[in-house]
């Protein structure tokens, strides 16, 4: 029987943004999963639920419910459209993240019931920390890289309390925004292969692949 890898969540597993089918960071990690852990029973099935656009209440009731067996691994990305829903708006911001946190308390519970090994990763900010992203279209918003850092702030504590290690995508994005191109252009492979954005807040190949190597260092550090 082979091991189960599921991924969870929104746009950051996906494949659509980074150039199609295999290109996304679930799709990249589930190969390197088969390529480099084949004995672990007899290989890796991938079972993506993590949809475009979702946000963390849809993880906790529409995704995990279509989680009908076991897995053996689950990697998680929530709560970045969450706070973009609220976006510019420093009073609503923080409601925002206290009902990610709740959401995501639920799913990491519920999610512990059935898997083996569960990483959260953290939201990135494509603005590098400036709160502006110029080709968006969208305003400036001087505190939204501190609502994101609150936010994953909020994520790391619910990690931690179901025991999950935290996969600092977040970190690892930062200078690879605005300080790098414009996140807003829709290549998945841009000139500069230190742009790991398009269509603003979307992974393109290159950050899908940072995205799957975030998460191969706490799989196996």
């Not at 009073?91 to 083996?116: C, K, S």
Request: hydrophobic share 40%; aromatic share 6%; charged share 20%.
């Amino acid at each position: 029987m082979n091991s189960l890898y599921v991924a969870l969540g929104d746009s950051m597993s996906i494949d659509d943004y980074a150039g199609g089918p295999g290109r996304g960071a679930a799709s990249l990690l589930h190969r390197d999963l088969n390529e480099h852990e084949s004995g672990h029973k007899s290989g890796w099935d991938l079972l993506v639920l993590a949809r475009d656009g979702a946000v963390t209440a849809d993880v906790l009731n529409r995704q995990l419910p279509q989680l009908t067996v076991a897995a053996d691994l689950a990697t998680v990305t929530m709560g970045g459209n969450d706070l973009l829903s609220a976006y510019g708006d420093d009073i609503a911001a923080p409601a925002v993240i206290a009902r990610v946190e709740a959401q995501a308390d639920g799913v990491l519970a519920r999610l512990r019931r059935l898997t083996g090994r569960i990483v959260v990763t953290t939201v990135y900010d494509p603005s590098d920390g400036t709160g502006v992203v110029p080709g968006s279209g969208l305003g400036p918003w001087p505190r939204g890289p501190h609502w994101i850092r609150t936010l994953n702030q909020a994520l790391t504590t619910v990690a931690g309390r179901h025991g999950a290690p935290v996969a600092d995508v977040h970190a690892a994005f930062h200078g690879h925004g605005v300080t790098a191109g414009d996140p807003a252009q829709s290549s998945p492979t841009p000139a500069s292969r230190d742009l790991w954005f398009c269509g603003v807040v979307e992974p393109n190949r290159y950050g899908a692949q940072r995205i799957r190597d975030t998460w191969q260092a706490v799989i196996r550090p």
